[in-house]
């Protein structure tokens, strides 16, 4: 790995600096050959595995853990900072750089009453839905590799240790700012400093003064729309869209008790400490404009209000917007700004007959590509209880798709947008099982190269395109991890 140390080396103050404490009997249990390529490595190797386990130090790596603060569930945490991740520094490669962060790695200034330690089951997860995103063209930070070890750890029980290697073009967080804003009283010397630092790296086409702090914030909105978009499209729910959870790069970022949604459902909830369901996956657009606000204010210093509420106003749409050219891609009409307001209705009425028919969402837009938009029968109608409500929006979704002269081709479109495989909780639970009954991985190697290509049709796993057996129904992951 070649490391450049730029937050490190112009950012002295906002981090601090802390080394990994090794973990024991460090084993590969998942590598990704795509994420590698982005930084320009290969195949993995032993002296690989004793740098990212923390046994030996890299060469040029700076090993530090960054702080910020964060709105947890609504409420306001002044402090809190990498507790259990300890960055190496940007490693650069052929497209571009990439911090590399070991999530799990120990101790840091920030662990509070944590062991910082991840579990193998949330590094696990982790590292298969950031190389699964990434493959449905959602943007996310991604995961080279987890490590497993024998270093046992406490949670509800006894588990092990182990380490996600992640690679995120920043660990720039809208904490981060809220930290800079909120304890600096005042003095809005280092929130300029991150502001500037902030461009020059991830914005370098606008300039460091108002007007490019303007655009700035604007672009954080839109990509944090976009984001949320995909997100919806594909009916993923994240489950923690705290304020130190958001990327300042519109990325999606730490994978805790994140689902897809199986059989559909608005208010879906998959982490089983939201008790309110803030997080719930039809809340998802509106809480992040709420983040979105909360980090205005953190740059209210350096921004004026005026130009802070004209972005958030364009939150809504920028999220209508791509939503709606995403769900257009996947039925198969074409995107006009000026239809937006019927599409997107049409789109929700859809989404009402999935869940008022108790069908797979991922299962349900695959059969899309079966469709013959000049037939009334298709595979998806067979599935409908409310057969005469299905063949009303039909109709209506006739017309909106008007004439294909190519059904095929259009078919073959259907299935390069509509995945097959997703990552359904009960499957990364059977892959963990595995690891943790026998240290057998290689379920969770099946899945990865699955989930690699989820819109081509894989024969031999048919299976992991299926919806849940019923122990798997509805799981709800604990925030544990
Ligand atoms: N086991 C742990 N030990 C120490 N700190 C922890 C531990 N688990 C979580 N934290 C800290 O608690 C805060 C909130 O945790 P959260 O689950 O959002 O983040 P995370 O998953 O640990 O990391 P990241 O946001 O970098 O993906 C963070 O500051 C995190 O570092
Ligand atoms: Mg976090």
């Known amino acids: 790995m070649n490391f450049k140390q ?11 600096q802390v080394y990994p404490t090794p973990i024991t009997q460090p084993h590969w249990l998942g590598w990704s050959d795509d994420a590698a390529k982005l930084i320009g490595l290969t195949q993995p190797n032993d002296e690989l595995l004793m740098q990212l386990s923390g046994n030996i130090a890299a ?15 609504g409420g306001y945490t002044p402090r809190l900072g990498d507790g259990r991740s300890i960055i190496m520094g940007e490693a650069t490669g ?91 009283q005042g003095r809005t010397e280092k929130l300029t400093q991150l502001v500037n630092f902030t461009l020059a790296q991830h914005f370098p086409h606008l300039s460091a003064d108002k007007a490019g702090y303007v ?43 994140f689902a897809f949604i199986d059989t559909f459902k608005e208010d879906f909830i998959c982490n089983h400490s939201d008790h309110q369901g ?30 802070l509420v004209a972005a958030l106003n364009r939150y809504q749409t920028h999220l209508v917007a791509h939503y709606v050219e995403l769900m257009a891609q996947k039925l198969g009409f074409d995107y006009q700004v000026s239809q937006h307001q019927q599409d997107l209705t049409l789109i929700g009425q859809l989404t009402t007959l999935l869940e008022a028919n108790q069908l797979d969402y991922t299962q349900s837009l695959r059969q899309f590509g079966q469709i013959d938009i000049h037939s009334q029968h298709s595979s998806l109608r067979d599935n409908m209880i409310d057969v005469d409500g299905f063949d009303q929006w039909f ?65 031999e796993f048919e299976d992991f395109a299926k919806r849940p057996p019923e122990w798997g129904q509805g799981l709800i992951m604990s925030c544990s991890s």
């Open 395 to 459: 109709s209506r979704y006739q017309q909106r798709v008007g004439n294909v002269a190519d059904m095929r081709q259009w078919q073959a479109q259907r299935n390069g947008v509509n995945p097959k495989y997703v990552l359904r909780n009960y499957l990364a639970q059977e892959a963990i099982i595995d690891i943790e009954e026998r240290g057998d991985n290689r379920k969770l190697k099946q899945i990865q190269s699955v989930l690699a290509q989820p819109f081509a049709e894989h024969a």
């Open 6 to 16: 730029d937050f490190f080396e112009q950012l002295s103050g906002f981090y601090s």
């Open 94 to 184: 052929p497209h571009g750089a990439w911090d590399v962060a070991l999530k799990g790695a120990g101790p840091t200034p920030y662990s509070r009453q944590g062991d910082g330690r991840a579990v193998m089951r949330s590094a696990v997860r982790e590292f298969l839905i950031s190389e699964a995103l990434a493959a449905l063209d959602v943007p996310t930070s991604r995961a080279l590799a987890v490590i497993g070890s024998d270093l046992p750890v406490w949670r509800e029980t006894q588990e092990q240790a182990a380490i996600t290697v992640r690679l995120a073009k920043s660990h720039i967080r809208f904490g981060h700012f809220e930290y800079f804003c909120h304890s600096e």
């Open 215 to 257: 655009q700035w914030f604007n672009e954080v909105v839109e990509s944090t729309a976009k984001m949320i978009a995909h997100w919806q499209s594909i009916g993923f729910a994240h489950g923690v869209m705290n304020t130190d959870n958001m990327s300042i790069l519109g990325d999606s970022f730490d994978f805790g008790p």
């Open 278 to 307: 803030r997080y719930a996956f039809g809340q998802q657009p509106g809480i992040g404009l709420w983040n979105l606000q909360c980090l205005a204010q953190a740059l209210s210093p350096v921004i004026a209000s005026d130009d």
């Open 59 to 73: 060469p040029d790596a700076s090993y530090y853990a960054q702080v910020y603060s964060g709105h947890q569930f």
